[in-house]
Each structure stands twice: as C-alpha cells, then as structure tokens.
C-alpha cells in the first residue's frame, strides 16, 4: 500500500494549480501558433497535424524513461523541475512568437511535448501518495476538471491576444512566461516525497522500462487490459474531435466559412460537459464501484455516438440541427467523464507501490500512440476514394470502442477501489 502523505491535501491543492496552468500554457501556445499558420504564414492550408505529431512524438519516445525517473526519485522533485522547465520553453516560445519563425515553433512544441511527457508520469502518479484511496475518484475528477478547464481558457484566450498583440507577439510570450512561473510557485508548495525506488538504475535507452513495465501490468490485476481499453477511449475520443470540426459541411449543418465559430462552440459544449461530468461523477464512488461507473460512462457515450449519426439525414440546420448537436456533444463530454474519471482512478489504485509513476508511462505511451493512430484512420476514412462522412467514421471508431469493451469487459466487473 502506498504511504499517504501527512501534507496530501495541501501538496494536491498546489498540484492541481500548477497543472492548471500547464496545461492552460500549452494550449494557449498551440492555438497561437496554429492561428498564426492558418492565417499569416501558410494561408489555406491546414498545420493542424503537423504541429499535433511535433508536440505528441515525445510521449511516443520519451514516457518509458519519464516512469523510470518518476520512480527513482521523488515525484514532487521531477514536477518543480519540470515547471523550471517550462518557464525556459516559455521564453524559447516568446521568442518563436516574436519572429514568426515556423521552424523555431515546431522546435519549441517538440520541447513542449518533451516537458509534458516527463511531467505526466509524476503528475498522475503522485495522487496515490496524497490523497488515500477513497479520495482517488474525487481527486481525479478536481484533475479532470481542471485540466478541461485549462484547456478552454488557453484556446479561448488565443484568439483575443493575436488580434490585439499581432505586431508585439513578445507580449503573448511574456504572458505565457508569467503563468510559468506562477505555476513553479505553486510546485514548490508541495511538501517533501519519499523516493518509491531510489535503486533503479537509469538506462540510456528512451523507452526506458516501458516494454519491462508492459510485461509486468499484464501480470497483475488485468491492469494492461484496462490501459488499453482507456487508449481505445482515447482513439474514440480523437475520432469525435475530428468529426465535429467536419461537421461544418453542407450536407451537415452547413456552417459557412464566416461563422466557424458555430463549430468552436460545439468544442465548448463538449469541454464544458466533461467539467460537469468530473464534478458529479465522484459523488457516485460510494454507490458504484469504479467498474459500473466506467461501464455507464462507456453506454452513455456510445448512445451519444448513436445520436450524432442522426446529424444530416435527420436533423440539418434549418430544423434545429445545431441545437441537436449541442444535446449530443452534452451527452458524449458528460458520459465521457464517467468513463476516464474512475478509469483513470483505478490505474492509479491498482498498481504496487513503486509501479505508479511507469504504470502512466505505459499509459501516456499508448494513449498517444492511439490518438496517433486515430488520426491515420480518420484520414483514410475521409479520403475522397473511401468517402466516408465525419458522423459515420466517428460511428465506427464507436463500434471498434465496443468491441474492446465486451472483450476487457471481465476485467472492468473487477475494477474497484477500497481502503486497504
């Protein structure tokens, strides 16, 4: 059993603020950058997957030794270390703003990428170490909550700043520095951790203990099952992101090229529904045990995934399809909160002490490797010569989120988490 912390709930109030602004950082610089791209530098055409592979190839590469280091040492040491870090990508990126440079943008998002890949691990891993056991759903969900909540302010204020700073693009940079360092003054409020495994030695190879770890989770508690059902959730997840944006054709909801903000505020709809999902789904940890959540989270979004098939041979924009749209991105964000709320949770329950910080190493790994792997389908799927429509290509990206479920379904029956 890992040894919680005398200091645990002061130490994850300050987690929680200094992973709020990380993640409100990265997503204020990624959508500056990609605006930027979109209407300065590479008019018309689309770098949205091409800055989306820079920033995600360092969790493919690097997660494996972020879990070794996040085990080796303590946990609250790699995460003011990595809020160091930050501020120093921060100033690279001021920089990167300031010149317009694309080449210097891309190699800041790698750098970004590489920052988060070794945060992550700690992050997540460090909760058990704060908070007991029953508090992991709740805990969780304060994390999920803030991290949407980050990742809407930081896309939302993108925009308002490169209108009004598009010369003096130094000062969006400054900004994003300032909320560095008010994030590494938040680490630095954590109290002190023990090391899970001081001994493990450190091998130069960048995927770490990855594979290692693999063979070990599969080994214990079906834990490896349940890591690939939650990347399956986050291919899933890629897909709908994907087809919402798509949803702006003519057969769709036929959102012209002036009013893509319509599109935008299906995205907030969405984020907004997994902040209320993160609230409540916690308050049913003492009822339902972390398998029938997930398991409720998991029909709530494939009906959601139904009804988002309805959106052009039912329901278009003139008879209320944008309103429609609404409801089913309510449904997929709140269900979808029921899903990786205790998923996650119990990931960082399962695990033996020492295994917490590799055991979301695996995760980040093969979280990304399937969002990576969404993006390809999506792109063969949508291809001219396949032509598949963004409502059906999220609907079988559901129906493959089905057939993992009912294959790992034993193991979700056996998900729950108790006081030990």
């Not at 058990?128 to 803030?146: D, F, Q, R, S, Y």
């Not at 919402?244 to 036929?254: D, Q, R, S």
């Not at 999902?277 to 916690?282: D, E, N």
């Amino acid at each position: 059993m890992t040894k919680v912390a005398e200091h645990g709930q002061k130490s994850f109030r300050a987690l929680v603020g200094a992973q709020f602004l990380g993640a409100f950082n990265d997503n204020l610089f990624k959508q500056l950058i990609l605006f930027l791209a979109a209407s300065y530098l590479f008019k018309g055409q689309d770098k949205q997957g091409l800055a989306f592979a820079v920033f995600s190839l360092p969790f493919v590469l690097f997660s494996g030794m972020a879990g070794d280091l996040s085990e080796k040492y303590s946990k609250r040491k790699i995460i003011v270390w990595m809020k160091v870090a930050e501020i120093v990508v921060m100033v690279l990126g001021m920089i990167a703003l300031q010149m317009k440079s694309w080449t210097l943008m891309l190699v800041v998002l790698f750098i970004m990428g590489l920052q988060s890949a070794f945060f992550g691990p700690s992050k997540y891993g460090v909760i058990p170490e704060l908070v007991p056991p029953l508090g992991l759903m709740k805990a969780n969900g304060v994390i999920a909550m803030t991290t949407f909540m980050g990742v809407l302010l930081g896309q939302a204020l993108a925009g308002p700043l490169l209108d009004k700073f598009i010369d003096q693009l130094w000062i969006t940079g400054a900004a994003c520095v300032a909320f560095s360092v008010i994030g590494l003054i938040f680490s630095l409020r954590m109290g002190e951790l023990e090391r899970q495994k001081p001994d493990l030695p450190i091998t130069p190879n960048p995927f770490g203990r990855l594979f290692e770890t693999i063979g070990h989770l599969r080994k214990q508690k079906g834990l490896m099952t349940i890591v690939v059902l939650n990347s399956f959730f986050w291919f899933d997840g890629g897909v709908i992101q994907q087809s919402i944006v798509a949803l702006g054709e003519k057969a769709y909801l036929n959102v012209p090229a002036g009013e893509k903000r319509l599109l935008s505020l299906l995205m907030v709809t969405l984020a907004l529904s997994i902040i209320i999902g993160s609230v409540i789904a916690p308050r049913f940890s003492k009822m339902l045990s972390a398998g029938k959540m997930t398991t409720i989270g998991f029909v709530g979004m494939i009906v959601g995934q139904g009804l988002m098939l309805l959106i052009g041979p039912v329901f278009q924009r003139a008879n209320g399809g944008l309103y429609f749209a609404h409801f089913v991105m309510i449904v997929i964000g709140f269900f979808g909160a029921f899903f990786v709320v205790p998923t996650q949770s119990y990931l960082q329950h399962a695990p033996e002490p020492g295994m917490k910080g590799q055991t979301f190493a695996v995760n980040n790994f093969m979280n990304f490797l399937f969002i990576f792997l969404g993006g390809v389908y999506y792109m063969i799927v949508r291809n001219p010569s396949v032509g598949m429509g963004p409502t059906l290509a999220q609907g079988l990206a559901g129906v493959f989120m089905i057939i993992a479920f009912v294959v790992c379904m034993k193991q979700v029956k056996e998900m729950d988490i108790k006081e030990e």
